[in-house]
């Protein structure tokens, strides 16, 4: 009802479990799915990375506080973002906007805190290195490294630009080398990149 309120947005659909959300994106191909991430049939993780891979969908996560362990798998599973359940209407609003335009929304420190907090416990197949050093930060120059710092910080690009004393136009040059060469699919992975690298610390804001 908020959203297809809204005069840009329109609901194409809505079901009561995963597997019926995979197959009426499938069907609708819509800009932006939002999931919760406890779903029968099938859970909002596996249906994220069922529609990442195959609809080509941007996916928001939603949750609440007692489910912290699940943000970082939805993540990696190729979610755009996530929000807590009372989020308020206009946020979620401005959240299906800003993913619809191809960004993602990481933007509460609540949330930096949390994928700090995940990284930290639950990095697959590795151990986390600190100060940065991790080797496929080997692959950035010094800027492309100091960027990804800075949107591990949670700044978007104006502010990046404004850090950096360059232009916006260098920044979103900055964040799509940087997303290329560690083969990331947004902002958001490259987040938590920032963090299991050991670039950002738990609790640096």
């Known amino acids: 009802m908020i959203l297809d309120a809204q005069p840009d947005i329109t609901v194409l659909a809505e079901v009561g479990d995963g597997e019926a959300a995979v197959a009426a994106v499938r069907e609708h191909r819509p800009d932006v799915a939002l999931l919760d991430i406890r779903m029968p049939t099938m859970d909002g993780i596996e249906a994220a990375r069922r529609i990442c891979a195959d609809a080509g969908s941007r996916v928001i996560m939603l949750t609440t506080f007692d489910q912290d362990d699940y943000i ?115 902002r958001a992975q490259a987040v938590i990149c920032a963090y299991e690298t050991g670039l950002i610390t738990a609790g640096e804001n």
């Open 72 to 186: 970082y798998e939805a993540l990696y599973a190729g979610a755009s973002g996530f929000l807590l359940k009372d989020v308020r209407r206009e946020d979620l609003v401005h959240a299906v906007r800003v993913v619809a335009s191809g960004d993602s929304l990481l933007a509460p420190s609540v949330t930096r805190q949390i994928i700090a907090d995940i990284t930290g416990r639950h990095r697959p197949g590795a151990t986390r290195s600190a100060g940065g050093s991790d080797a496929r930060l080997g692959v950035l120059t010094t800027r492309e490294r100091e960027t990804l710092h800075l949107l591990g910080r949670g700044l978007s690009n104006a502010e990046i630009a404004q850090t950096l004393v360059v232009s916006e136009h260098t920044v979103k040059t900055h964040v799509s080398n940087v997303l290329t060469k560690l083969g990331l699919r947004d």
